[in-house]
Structures are given as structure tokens and as C-alpha cells.
């Protein structure tokens, strides 16, 4: 079965800095897409960056980048210059296939708070 | 273009009521999906449509919860009869293909209290 894992709870960064988000995923199939999902107060799930399974480089977006370690099956997200607007909950999420179709599978989510 | 809209934002009913939640979808997009976070715990997957067809629904709870998509545009999940268990956020999302690089897109969810 597919599993997800964010063993960061909660943490806080000073405004300005790099931040780095874990994120492990367990699974047996070859085929996958890991992303992140950021969740501001507003309850809104903004998508921030893809990594497919694939993929030899890592993908950026911005100031989002996922350090993606397949052998270790790690997908970390890290955010650069942290903003006071950062402050939100953040999901890892993992694409498979089913037999009937495809669904994401989320870690518990880790909730940032950026400091001024 | 407008992103995936849900309705109504919170709903607060009584144990043993109905209640009816809405999800419009991007305008185009085939696949729409529902979610749910129970206080707690992960965000999980429900069910999945593609147009008008329920092409996976084996993370629906049990029989209390059913899902249309009429036309294959917006789609209503319903909760008959409601239980307290059933309090959380009821998220829907859609993408356009199916792929596992197709990005799901989520509306704000409902927030659904049970009392």
C-alpha cells in the first residue's frame, strides 16, 4: 500500500531563510508523481510543484524546489527566502494508479510558520 | 478561468439530517475527484469521476454517501443520514487528464460539522 509520511508536524522559520519540508513516501510501483500542496488559513489546497517518478532532475518552481532522493524515497520541499505569506499547512501527495483508476495519497502535513 | 468552486463553504446540521455538498469543476476537466479530512487525519481519497462515470469509488465510507455527476459537469455528494463521525472538510478537486502527472486541482472545501 501506499503511505505518505511528514514527520514535521509544525515548524518555524525566520523571514528571508530556506526551509526544508520532509516528505518520505513508501510504495512499490515504478510509475508515480509526488507533489505539494500548500493550505493557507483561507482552506484553499494551492498546488505548488511536481516531481514524477522519472524525472532525473529536480523540479523547481520558483522559489519551491523538491529535493527528490528516489532510492531513499524522500521528496522534500524546499521553499527559499521564506515570506510571512508562507504561513500555511503543507501536503505531500503521491499520484498512483488503481485498477480503476488514480488517486492521491497525502502525509498528515506540516504546518509552517514563518517568523518576522 | 475560474478555479474549482464548492458549496456552500461550511454546513452545520444535526445527526440524522441530510446534507447535499456541491463541486464545480474547471471548465474542460474530466476527471473530478473527492476528498475528506475527519479531524486528525489525512486528507482521503473518496471517489473518482471520469465525465459522468464513477470510475473509482472504493474510498467512499459507506453506503450514507452518494455522488452524481449528472451531464458530467458539477458533481453533488450526499450524506443520508449524516453522523457525527462525518464531520471534516470535504474537499473536490479535478484535472483534466488522468495521468499520474496531471496536476488535481482542489476547491476551498466544505466544512461539514455534525452535531
Given at each position: 500500500a501506499q503511505k505518505i509520511t511528514q514527520t514535521q508536524p509544525g515548524m518555524f522559520v525566520q523571514e528571508k531563510e530556506a526551509v526544508t519540508l520532509d516528505c518520505t513516501y513508501d510504495t512499490s510501483d515504478q510509475s508515480y508523481g509526488l507533489f505539494w500542496y500548500k493550505q493557507p488559513s483561507s482552506g484553499e489546497m494551492i498546488f505548488l510543484i511536481y516531481q514524477g517518478s522519472y524525472d532525473e532532475q529536480n523540479a523547481t518552481e520558483g522559489r519551491y524546489s523538491l529535493n527528490f532522493q528516489k532510492a531513499r524515497k524522500s521528496a522534500n520541499l524546499v521553499i527559499s527566502?521564506?515570506?510571512?505569506?508562507?504561513s500555511a499547512m503543507y501536503f505531500c501527495a503521491m499520484s498512483f494508479y488503481t485498477n480503476a483508476g488514480n488517486m492521491l495519497t497525502f502525509g498528515g502535513g506540516t504546518r509552517l510558520m514563518v517568523k518576522p | 478561468e475560474a478555479g474549482v468552486t464548492q458549496f456552500p463553504s461550511h454546513s452545520v446540521i444535526e445527526k440524522g439530517q441530510t446534507v447535499t455538498l456541491r463541486c464545480d469543476p474547471i471548465s474542460g476537466h474530466d476527471n473530478l475527484y473527492w476528498y475528506r479530512r475527519v479531524m486528525g487525519k489525512e486528507i482521503k481519497f473518496l471517489l473518482h469521476f471520469v465525465k459522468e462515470s464513477k470510475?473509482?469509488?472504493?474510498?467512499?465510507?459507506?453506503?450514507r454517501f452518494l455522488a452524481e455527476r449528472t451531464g458530467g459537469t458539477y458533481s453533488t455528494l450526499k450524506v443520508q443520514?449524516?453522523?457525527?463521525?462525518?464531520?471534516g472538510v470535504y474537499f473536490c478537486a479535478s484535472s483534466?487528464?488522468?495521468?499520474?502527472?496531471d496536476t488535481q486541482y482542489f476547491g476551498p472545501g466544505t466544512r461539514l460539522t455534525v452535531l
Open positions: 527566502a521564506s515570506q510571512l505569506g508562507d | 470510475q473509482d469509488e472504493s474510498g467512499m465510507p459507506n453506503n443520514p449524516a453522523e457525527l463521525e462525518d464531520s483534466q487528464e488522468a495521468l499520474l502527472t
